[in-house]
T-cell receptor, first 113, second 117 residues
Framework: QKEVEQDPGPLSVPEGAIVSLNCTYS??????FMWYRQYSRKGPELLMY??SSGNKEDGRFTAQVDKSSKYISLFIRDSQPSDSATYLCAMSGGVDSNYQLIWGAGTKLIIKP | NAGVTQTPKFQVLKTGQSMTLQCAQD?????MSWYRQDPGMGLRLIHY???????DQGEVPNGYNVSRSTTEDFPLRLLSAAPSQTSVYFC????????????????FGSGTRLTVV
């Protein structure tokens, strides 16, 4: 079983829809949680990060962490065709794991105009 | 433009050949790392460095060597290429020595697509 599980998709939704992307994890020591966006043939870029549990909002994007369920989510409101990309979750246990990131395999998102 | 530059973008090697993937950053980042990305596997850490002269192994180091003689450069050497090393390789850097990224995250290069035949 992988430490971080992420549905590879593809997830196809119409423009303007609310998108929900999720990751589950098994290591209760994880406390730093990140979402990266990766366009085709490009490197990943940081989209959101949260520390411990709770929500964080940035424009159309909201990141949620539920440590009791070992579950993190990324919500995209008013989705746009430019949001079409692969979304990777990443997490770390911090100093105890030498801050190394464990990555999900990524979910491919397609926003249809 | 500031960022992480990887060369070459594409490479085809024959089994047993060696080569060096180049990575350079101009942001004065202390932390640099190499990942490989395979379908369904996510990013896996090969080697990383927390500063010039300091390197360490990641999750999948076998078959790869690194060195860090300057802050800017972090080359990855394939010693004797094998088909299992066919992958997309990404170099990343961060201004946090411990590498967790925080608000700034990792800055990634555009990748090197390597095929070993």
């Amino acid at each position: 079983q992988k430490e971080v599980e992420q549905d590879p998709g593809p997830l196809s939704v119409p423009e303007g829809a609310i998108v929900s992307l999720n990751c589950t994890y098994s290591n209760s020591a994880f406390q730093y949680f990140m979402w990266y966006r990766q366009y085709s043939r490009k490197g990943p870029e940081l989209l959101m990060y949260t520390y411990s549990s709770g929500n964080k909002e940035d424009g159309r994007f909201t990141a949620q962490v539920d440590k009791s369920s070992k579950y993190i989510s990324l919500f995209i409101r008013d989705s746009q065709p430019s949001d079409s990309a692969t979304y990777l979750c990443a997490m770390s246990g911090g100093v105890d794991s030498n801050y190394q990131l464990i990555w999900g395999a990524g979910t491919k998102l397609i926003i249809k105009p | 433009n500031a960022g992480v530059t990887q060369t070459p973008k594409f490479q085809v090697l024959k089994t047993g050949q060696s080569m060096t993937l180049q990575c350079a950053q101009d942001m004065n980042h202390e932390y640099m790392s190499w990942y490989r990305q395979d379908p369904g596997m996510g990013l896996r850490l090969i080697h990383y460095s927390v500063g010039a002269g300091i390197t360490d192994q990641g999750e999948v180091p076998n078959g790869y060597n690194v060195s860090r003689s300057t802050t800017e450069d972090f080359p990855l050497r394939l010693l004797s290429a094998a088909p299992s090393q066919t992958s997309v390789y990404f170099c990343a850097s961060s201004n946090y020595p411990t590498g967790w990224g925080g608000d700034y995250g990792y800055t990634f290069g555009s990748g090197t697509r390597l095929t070993v035949v």
